[in-house]
């Protein structure tokens, strides 16, 4: 058996015309709205819930989108009774006099099950499954963390007569209350039902995505950082169980099953960022000062994407996405400013330009490849690190740099 993914637009079924073809008794179906529709339904909330609009006409006009969409008659009833569910639980959000983060939630599984209940009506009158009813986690801050043993043995009690089509992305606690799996959430779904059904593969069907070519799950994850069909993060489950991936054309599998010569398979560009540094003589020796500056930017919500650090540590630099840049730079400042002594900051506009291969390991001279050709290219490197397991390379470069970086790069792929 296999697992599918598809991301549900209302405005074209290549995807779900082309998911009909193979599909087998046993399979599973993991749906969710794609960016574009979720986007509209979260402005939607934001009317009623945060400026106190009447959307219920907003309401009614998307689920005539979707009966339309759907072309099953049947699929009338449940669109309708969804969206009144939906209003009546808006009317009651209303009153709050704060944003709860528990309530959207619980609002945005309502239109990912109004997805699945949509693709299933277009895949043949096939019933849907509410991927809460399988998921079972907890949240450790904001972070979803799934209790493996019971979502396992939930699915594992599926039964697996004709093709299953669930709603991703969601999960619950053991209490009931639904948790949102976060970014990349219905992959997520995807991958865990197909760890816990031991599937033969994994197939996400991605409009427009044509790469040919085999990766391992670590080279996955450095293509995807910045973009990608398959959040890094949801590849765990996959990589664990051993799984192959399809995405397209293009394979996911594990590094062992991978052939072929040793060098470079990928060169991704990541940004906009800012780099920004934090020198001075109050960093040497002082324990605790990484600890405090990330510690910091951690309690913002600011994730880092790159750290270079001094042997002399006299300074530390690290980048972040240029829409953080300003808040990181606040904190930095107040934390200078009320705690240490004798630092300074600066930032400026980066990109990183990262090369990356599972057969990087122990080859000599890659290294030296790289930097030769950006040095022939007129690149200048900013900063630069590699991860102690070999398996890429980080070259900060200005913004103005980044095309010009990744062209004298891309001739080293193997």
Do not use: W
Not at 125 to 137: K, N, Q, T
Not at 345 to 361: A, L, T
Not at 375 to 399: C, P
Request: aromatic fraction near 6%; hydrophobic fraction near 45%.
């Amino acid at each position: 058996m296999k697992v599918h993914h598809i991301l549900l637009s209302l405005e074209a079924d290549g995807a779900l015309e082309a998911l009909k073809v193979g599909l087998m008794s046993g399979d599973v179906v993991v749906v969710a709205p794609d960016k574009a529709l979720m986007e509209r339904y979260e402005a939607l909330l934001e009317s009623q819930l945060v400026e106190r609009k009447d959307v219920r006409p907003a309401l009614k006009a998307l689920r005539e989108e979707f009966k339309a969409f759907a072309g099953d008659p049947a699929f009338g009833a449940v669109a309708d009774a969804t969206v009144e569910r939906i209003h009546l639980v808006l009317c009651q959000g209303m009153s709050l006099s704060f944003r709860d983060n528990a309530l959207t939630d619980y609002l945005k599984a309502f239109l990912v099950r109004l997805c699945a209940d949509c693709a299933a009506a277009r895949l043949g009158g096939l019933a849907s499954l509410d991927g809460r009813d399988y998921i079972v986690c907890e949240t450790q801050g904001t972070i979803p963390v799934v209790d493996r043993a019971l979502t396992d043995q939930a699915i594992g009690g599926l039964v697996r007569e004709g093709v299953a089509v669930v709603a991703g992305g969601f999960g619950r606690k053991v209490t009931g209350e639904t948790v949102s799996l976060g970014q990349g959430g219905s992959e997520l779904t995807a991958n865990i039902f197909g760890a816990a059904l031991q599937a033969e593969s994994v197939c996400y069907y991605v409009p427009g995505f044509e790469e040919l070519e085999a990766l391992s799950y670590e080279e996955a994850a450095q293509r995807f950082a910045q973009e990608g069909p398959v959040y890094p993060p949801a590849l765990i489950p996959a990589k664990k169980a051993g799984l192959t991936l399809e995405v397209g054309k293009l394979r996911i599998e594990p590094a062992e099953k991978l052939t072929g010569e040793k060098g470079i398979t990928g060169v991704v560009v990541s940004g906009p960022m800012n780099l920004l540094t934090v020198y001075g003589t109050g960093l040497l020796g002082s324990v605790g000062i990484s600890s405090a500056i990330f510690g910091l930017l951690a309690g913002k919500g600011i994730n880092i994407h790159f750290i270079s650090q001094s042997l002399s540590e006299y300074s530390i630099s690290f980048a972040v996405k240029r829409k953080d840049a300003p808040e990181a730079e606040e904190a930095i400042r107040g934390l200078i400013c009320g705690q240490l002594t004798d630092l300074s900051y600066d930032s400026r506009p980066v990109e990183i330009v990262s090369v990356f291969g599972q057969r990087m390991k122990h080859v000599p001279g890659i290294s030296g490849k790289v930097y030769s050709a950006l040095g022939e290219a007129g690149v200048n490197v900013v900063a630069s690190s590699q991860g102690g397991e070999e398996l890429s390379i980080s070259i900060v470069v200005d913004e103005t740099d980044a095309a010009a970086a990744r062209e004298a790069l891309l001739p080293l792929k193997a």
